[in-house]
C-alpha cells in the first residue's frame, strides 16, 4: 500500500492528543511503525533505518545528548519516516534545529525540522494558552517551553514563525552572525548586522559573561540594524546564552515603520 504522508496535526488528532503533555514521542513513533533506540552514536545526532514495503523503521537516537535535543531529535526522525520514508537518513547537529537556511528550495532536512516543530509545539495547542500572554517577551518563551517540553530556542522559534507580536530571533557566536528568523509582518530590509554591537545586551552576555536579560530592554534600532533611519526608531531586546560561543536574541518591533508594505 502506497504511504500517505500525514501531517503533525493529523497524527496528533488521529492519536487523540489534545494537550502537552500528552504527547509521547516513543509512543507517537511506535504509532506510526517506528520503534527507537537510545544509544551512542558517532558522527551524528539520530539516524533512520526504515524498510518502506514493511512500514517498520528503527529511529536511533544519541543518548548522551541532553533530554531535550533528544525529544528534537525524535520528533525530527518521525518527520523523515512520514516525509521520507524508505531512505536512510543520517541526521547531524547543524541538520536537526538549524535555521533552515537551504538553497535551492524546502530541503529534506528543514522539512522533518518543520515537522518536528508542528509535533512538539501543535498550532492548535499553543494558540488557545498564547491568549493568557499579553506580551511576547522570554517570560513567556520559557513558561510555554517549560510546558511543552521544548527548549526556549525551539519555542522562541516557533513562537516567531507564528506571528505572536512582529519579531526577530537572532543567533550570534563570537565570530559573528550565525542565524536569524523573522515574522513575516517583518520588512525585509531589517536583516541584523553581522556583527553584535557592544551596546546590546547580547554582546554583554556573549563577551563580557553578563546574565541572561530578566526583562526586555528598549534600544535604539540602529544597535542591532544597518537600515537608513534605523536610529531613529526603537526596537525591543531581550537576549539568553545558550552555550559559551552561541546567544540568542529576542527582538520586538516597536514601530510600524519595520513592517513590510
Not at 551512542?40 to 545526532?45: A, F, V, Y
Not at 535604539?220 to 545558550?242: H, K, N
Request: glycine share 6%; net charge negative; charged share 25%.
Amino acid at each position: 500500500m502506497m504511504h500517505r504522508p500525514q501531517s503533525a496535526e493529523d497524527i496528533l488528532r488521529g492519536l487523540a492528543i489534545c494537550s502537552p503533555e500528552e504527547i509521547d514521542l516513543e509512543e507517537i513513533a511506535f504509532c506510526q511503525g517506528a520503534k527507537v533506540k537510545y544509544r551512542e552514536l558517532d558522527g551524528c545526532e539520530a539516524y533512520l533505518l526504515a524498510d518502506a514495503t514493511l512500514g517498520r523503521a528503527i529511529i536511533s537516537i544519541d543518548e548522551r545528548a541532553n533530554p531535550l535535543r533528544q525529544r528534537f531529535s525524535l520528533a525530527h526522525e518521525i518527520g523523515h519516516w512520514e516525509r521520507h520514508r524508505g531512505q536512510l537518513l543520517v541526521c547531524s547537529k547543524e541538520d536537526i534545529g538549524g535555521s533552515g537556511s537551504r538553497k535551492n528550495g524546502v530541503s529534506r532536512e528543514k522539512a522533518a525540522n518543520q515537522f518536528a516543530a508542528e509535533l512538539l509545539m501543535p498550532e492548535f495547542m499553543l494558540k488557545p494558552i498564547l491568549r493568557d500572554y499579553r506580551r511576547f517577551n522570554m517570560h513567556a518563551v520559557r513558561q510555554l517551553a517549560s510546558t511543552f517540553n521544548t527548549s526556549k530556542t525551539a519555542m522562541a522559534y516557533r513562537l516567531v514563525e507564528m506571528e505572536k507580536e512582529p519579531c526577530i530571533l537572532a543567533a550570534y557566536s563570537k565570530s559573528g552572525y550565525v542565524w536569524h528568523i523573522s515574522s513575516k509582518s517583518i520588512g525585509h530590509q531589517w536583516w541584523p548586522r553581522r556583527f553584535l554591537d557592544p551596546q546590546s545586551n547580547a554582546y554583554s552576555i556573549l563577551f563580557n559573561g553578563s546574565r541572561d536579560d530578566a526583562t526586555m530592554s528598549d534600544l535604539d534600532a540602529d544597535t542591532w540594524f544597518d537600515v537608513p533611519g534605523a536610529d531613529r526608531l526603537e526596537i525591543g531586546e531581550q537576549s539568553f546564552r545558550v552555550h559559551d560561543d552561541l546567544v540568542m536574541a529576542l527582538l520586538v518591533a516597536r514601530s510600524e515603520r519595520m513592517l513590510a508594505d
